[in-house]
C-alpha cells in the first residue's frame, strides 16, 4: 500500500474515510485478496483508497462488505457499553478449546514418541510408527490415518500446530467438535490416499497439512452451503482465500518436500464434507447426538489405526 498523491488519479476511487485507522483496515483487506490500493490524502484531509480499473468492482465488493461488518462491530460495542442486548443474536455455539487442545496434544505426542525412537527425522522410526509409504499400501491402510499425527521436525511440528490453534479453533466453533474431527481426520487421510493414487513415489510421507487445508477446503464447502440455504455466515469466501495462502505461505514453505497432490486432496476432501455432512445444531437433542456420535466414531477410527500400528510392530 502507497501514500502517493499523484498516482491516485490515474485510479479509480472505491473508497473515503477522514480515519486513518479505517483506511488501513480497508487497504489491509484489499491487499489479503490480491488488490493492490493507494491511499493518499486529498485537499479537504479525506482519505481516498483507488484501485486499479480491472480490479474495481471485485474492490467494490470487499470494501461493501468490510465496511459493513465494521458498522455492525461498532454497533455491538455500542450496545455493549450501554448494557443494552441486541434484539436478536446469531447462535455463537461456543465449544470449549480443550477439544482443540486434546488434538495438539495428541500431535505433541506422537513427536515424542518418535523422538524416543530413533528421531522424528529417521526414515526407519517414521515407518515403524505409520508414516505413509506408497510399497505399503493399500495393505497397510491405517498408515494413511496414523501419519496425519506424524511429523517430521519440530519446525514441521511447529508450524501445522500454529496453523492449527489459528484455523481450528474457528473452525471447531463453526462446526462442533463433531463435524470437526470428522473433516480433520478424513481430509487428512483422503489426502494420503490421494497422494498414494497420483504420486507413487516410494518416499516416507507424515504431517497434518492435508488434514489443515481439509478444514480451510471445509470452511469454503460450509460457505457455499450457506448461500445456497440462504443462511448469514461471519466469514466469506475470500476469508478463506486469504486463509488458505496464508497457509501455504508460512506453514507448507517451511515443511521442505512438499506433497501437493495429498495437499489438493486434502482441500477437495475437506470441501465434500462439509456439504455432505449434517448440520451442527447444538439446541437439539438429536443434534447433540449426531455431534457425539461423529466424535466417537473419529476417535474410534484414529484408535483403531494405531491399534494396527502397534500389532505390525509386534
Request: glycine share 10%; proline share 4%.
Amino acid at each position: 500500500m502507497s501514500d502517493s498523491p499523484n498516482t491516485v488519479e490515474q485510479l479509480t476511487e472505491v473508497a473515503r474515510t477522514p480515519w486513518p485507522r479505517v483506511a488501513e483496515e480497508l487497504g489491509f483487506v484489499l491487499s489479503s485478496v490480491g488488490i493492490e490500493p493507494t491511499v493518499a490524502r486529498v485537499a479537504d484531509g479525506q482519505l481516498v483508497i483507488a484501485v486499479p480499473d480491472e480490479q474495481l468492482a471485485r474492490a467494490r465488493e470487499v470494501v461493501a462488505e468490510e465496511l459493513a461488518e465494521q458498522a455492525a462491530r461498532r454497533e455491538r460495542e455500542q450496545r455493549a457499553r450501554s448494557g443494552e442486548q441486541p434484539a436478536e443474536r446469531l447462535p455463537t455455539n461456543k465449544v470449549p478449546l480443550y477439544w482443540l487442545v486434546a488434538l495438539l496434544v495428541a500431535n505433541v505426542c506422537a513427536f515424542i514418541a518418535l523422538e524416543g525412537s530413533g528421531g522424528s527425522t529417521n526414515t526407519k522410526t517414521l515407518l515403524a510408527l505409520g508414516a505413509s509409504h506408497t510399497p505399503a499400501l493399500p495393505a497397510q491402510w491405517w498408515r494413511t490415518v496414523t501419519a496425519v499425527f506424524l511429523h517430521i521436525g519440530a519446525l514441521h511440528l511447529l508450524a501445522n500446530s500454529l496453523s492449527l490453534v489459528v484455523f481450528g479453533a474457528f473452525a471447531l466453533q463453526t462446526w462442533g467438535k463433531g463435524r470437526f474431527y470428522v473433516i480433520y481426520l478424513l481430509s487428512g487421510a483422503i489426502g494420503n490416499w490421494v497422494s498414494f493414487a497420483v504420486a507413487g513415489s516410494g518416499a516416507v510421507k507424515a504431517g497434518a497439512s492435508g488434514a489443515i487445508l481439509g478444514i480451510l477446503g471445509g470452511l469454503a464447502g460450509d460457505r457455499i452451503r450457506a448461500g445456497i440455504a440462504g443462511e448469514d455466515r461471519r466469514y466469506k469466501t475470500w476469508h478463506v482465500l486469504a486463509m488458505l495462502v496464508a497457509y501455504y505461505g508460512f506453514a507448507v514453505g517451511t515443511s521442505g518436500r512438499v506433497d501437493h497432490a495429498a495437499h489438493l486432496g486434502g482441500l477437495a476432501a475437506g470441501a465434500a464434507l462439509a456439504l455432505m455432512l449434517p448440520r451442527y445444531d447444538p439446541t437439539t437433542s438429536r443434534g447433540r447426538r449426531v455431534d457425539l456420535a461423529m466424535t466417537i466414531g473419529s476417535a474410534a477410527l484414529a484408535a483403531i489405526a494405531w491399534t494396527f500400528c502397534l500389532l505390525a510392530r509386534g
